[in-house]
């Protein structure tokens, strides 16, 4: 007869090496958490007519086992294989190596994060990111934020609060992670004054909404779809002018943001901040972490009084940028400023990594792993930038029988390895996956296709 009684109390089990070393490395309140929890399995399996008691190794390695899934961070790397470059649920844009030096040292320690080093004086956090930015775009003034959202929540919020701004209605759009335009705009205190129709904005609809009174007029990046057919807008260039002509701020809120041209590497052109500014617009607002390729943030370059206005509202110091952003930021703009973009910033160097790059990894990994079929596909930019466009590349094909099992087997693998299926078969784009991260790649695969025959492309484990 199994007795509860013969099970060992919590301080018994405290005595225990095994249990002694749990402590030291977990603590002592979580392991006297882990062992009570582990007993209380113990005796419900028990009650619930188990006939047999854990020995104290089981009871302790079931503690282990709580100890060590209860203090994993919940955050974690994965292997990005989708091809999809800057994957929103994946984090977007990953850092270069300079980003995370500088990010590490700025908060490893103290920093003249609003130290006026020359002055001895209180100094601005603004100025770490500012002059490089008016170098790289041009503009006169510029404010790192949080992120894009809190950007244009901001901009609208100093300068059209109460007051109509207007916006064709084929921009009243949806980002994605509940942005939205129209709501953001309410959220502000602005009032909408939707202009055309949903195809076709005219420079007459604009005018007309300005002749009848507003504070500026606002070009929402479109980012994730397209408009394709029986379609109209104005150039930017013509928009600006007509606000101009009504005294009222053009503010273009770009979405991307590139800093480089995309079209020089087989995608459309994605509008540059540059070419904004270039074409007449008082305010250009952008993600730091979509193709600029930086870290979270909300980027606001444009005309120096109405900066100067946007740093002085509350909201700013709301949704102001910390100092990890900053330093990783600075880092990123430091790459643009030296002309080493592809080759340093993970988002270029994926965008500008040629189809037989892809090609030259995608046969290495099959090389090395006795399995698959090297195939031409398509990657994609993601994160909301050029819908519909992608780049030729070439993936690593896997034939399995049970695709999205293999797909959560993927996911279960340490790191995790996110990947993708195409007419049941499991793909494998070089183009995002980091190079330092081949080595883990091929091991974890490697032990999920081993129980093949070499070269046998069917029924690769499950
Ligand atoms: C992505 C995007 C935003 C939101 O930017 P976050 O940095 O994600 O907050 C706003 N506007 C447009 C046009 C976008 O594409």
């Not at 977007?92 to 980003?99: E, H, I, Y």
């Not at 104005?234 to 770009?254: G, T």
């Amino acid at each position: 007869m199994t007795s509860l009684r013969d099970l060992p109390s919590v301080e018994q089990l405290l005595q225990t090496p095994p249990v002694a070393d749990l402590v030291t490395r977990y603590g002592r309140p979580l392991t006297l958490d882990a062992l009570r929890l582990s007993l209380n399995e113990t005796r419900a399996a028990v009650r619930g007519g188990s006939t047999s008691l854990p020995s104290r190794d089981e009871l302790t390695s079931r503690a282990d086992a709580l100890l060590a899934e209860w203090t994993r961070p919940s955050l974690q790397p994965v292997i990005n294989a989708t091809g999809v470059i800057l994957h929103t649920n994946l984090g977007r844009a990953p850092l270069s190596r300079a980003a995370l030096d500088a990010l590490t040292s700025a908060a490893l320690g103290y920093s003249n994060l609003e130290f006026d080093l020359a002055t001895g004086k209180r100094g601005s956090r603004t100025v770490h990111a500012e002059a490089l930015l008016q170098k790289l775009t041009g503009a006169e003034s510029a404010l790192v934020v949080n992120n894009n959202a809190g950007a244009v929540l901001l901009v609208l919020s100093a300068l059209a609060k109460g007051k109509r701004v207007v916006i064709s209605r084929s921009q009243l759009v949806e980002i994605g992670g509940s942005f939205r335009v129209p709501d953001v705009m309410k959220q502000s205190g602005a009032k909408l004054a939707e202009v055309g129709a949903t195809n076709k904005v005219h420079l007459r609809d604009y005018r007309e909404a300005l002749s009848d009174g507003a504070a500026m007029v606002l070009r929402a990046h479109r980012s994730n779809f397209k408009i394709v057919g029986f379609t109209e807008e104005p150039e930017l260039d013509k928009i600006a002018s007509l606000a101009h002509e009504f005294e009222v701020p053009f503010v273009d809120d770009l979405g991307s943001g590139a800093l480089l041209d995309t079209a020089k590497y087989g995608l459309a052109h994605e509008p540059t901040v540059g070419e904004s500014l270039a074409a007449g617009a008082d305010i250009v607002c952008f993600s730091g972490d979509k193709l600029f390729g930086g870290p979270q943030a909300g980027i606001i370059v444009g005309r120096a009084d109405l900066l100067a206005k946007i740093k002085k509202h509350p909201l700013a110091r709301a949704v102001r940028a910390d100092k990890l952003c900053l330093a990783a930021l600075n880092a990123t703009l430091l790459h643009y400023l030296r002309d080493e973009a592809t080759r340093e910033i993970p988002v270029w160097k994926m965008i500008s990594m040629t189809a037989r790059t892809a090609k030259v990894r995608a046969e290495a990994w099959r090389e090395s792993l006795g399995q698959g079929e090297v195939i031409p596909s398509e990657s994609t930019v993601g994160g909301g930038s050029l819908p519909d466009e992608s780049m030729s590349t070439f993936v690593l094909s896997l034939t399995v029988k049970n695709p999205d099992k293999f797909l959560k087997r993927l996911r279960e693998s340490n790191p995790p390895i996110i990947a993708r299926t195409e007419n049941d078969k499991i793909l494998l784009d070089p183009r995002t996956v980091l190079e330092e991260q081949d080595v883990v790649l091929l091991e974890n695969l490697s032990r999920m296709t081993r129980t093949l025959a070499p070269g046998a492309s069917a029924g690769v484990g499950e």
